[in-house]
């Protein structure tokens, strides 16, 4: 943990950093972890795993308590061993022989560098909400293309549609080249607006719960389609309806896509 003078903490509250720059000192510590060409690997499963385990153990509490059947979308439906466990091997099996190898190429054509300052609060923000809504943008794209075209949905996307009920395992549960693009979708946005790697970092993780979640099959009142107003947010509700009528809700996270193209199918069947 560092220490300031009072005129770096001038600086440091005048650019958002104070908040920030205690937790990328933390993070700077285990330089040699996050600089391993293992850690995006590490940390992206670690992170998903742990977002998706929650979830697993509601679904096997859900028969003793019958509270949790108001918050699913599907009361009745609860996923079995046998939805479940190809779900945990896809995975497993995808991130060692396609996320890994992938991920050491790239680490090989560019290293991690840890800037020793931390990114302003604000431009953190921005640079999240802006990689947030280019991520939806490019999925919805490749999305409505891989419904659109027979072949494309065949080869592809029909794999992650297996489970019309989604819970949170299924997240995943998708082609080597759906999950290649979603990467793809990840990296380049964090790349072309030149995002700090702990920016990079807090967009991966809320990246992976707002997919997580889109799938859980639990829709609770803090639920974040239910925390971001004027219906701007689809969320868990959105992405069910599309799991079960394949022809709407294409935008994994916000609704204006949706509404331009005129594929927004709402909860409530409006
Ligand atoms: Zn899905
Ligand atoms: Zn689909």
Redesign the pocket.
């Known amino acids: 943990m560092s220490c300031y003078n009072t005129s770096e903490l001038h600086v440091l509250c005048g650019s958002g950093q104070l908040f920030l720059q205690p937790l990328w000192d933390c993070l700077r510590t285990r330089e040699t972890l996050i600089q391993s060409p293992f850690f995006p690997v590490i940390f992206s499963i670690t992170t998903y795993m742990g977002f998706c385990l929650p979830f697993v153990a509601l679904d096997i509490l859900r028969p003793w308590v019958p509270a949790l059947r108001r918050f699913k979308i599907h009361p009745d439906f609860s996923p079995s061993a046998q939805q479940l466990l190809p779900c945990l091997g896809q995975t497993f099996y995808q991130y060692v022989v396609l996320v890994l190898p992938t991920t050491l190429l790239h680490w090989a054509s560019s290293p991690a560098l840890l800037p020793p300052e931390a990114p302003e609060f604000l431009q953190l923000v921005r640079h999240v909400v802006f990689c947030l809504l280019l991520f939806d943008a490019e999925f919805f794209a490749w999305h409505v293309l891989h419904h659109k075209v027979p072949w494309l949905y065949r080869t592809f996307h029909k794999m992650?549609?297996q489970n019309s009920s989604?819970f949170a395992l299924?997240?995943q549960y998708?082609s080597a080249w759906e999950l290649f693009s979603l990467g793809f979708f990840d990296l380049v946005n964090v790349t072309l607006l030149g995002c700090h790697p702990l920016t990079v970092m807090i967009f991966h993780v809320i990246n992976i719960w707002l997919?997580v979640e889109?799938?859980s099959g639990y829709d609770f009142p803090w639920s974040t389609h239910r925390l971001v107003p004027f219906g701007w947010f689809g969320g868990v509700a959105h992405?069910d309806l599309?799991?079960s009528h394949f022809n709407c809700n294409f935008a994994?996270y916000f609704t204006h896509w949706d509404k331009i193209l005129g594929t927004l199918r709402s909860a409530q069947g409006k």
């Open positions: 992650h549609h989604s299924a997240t998708m997919s889109d799938h992405h599309h799991h994994p």
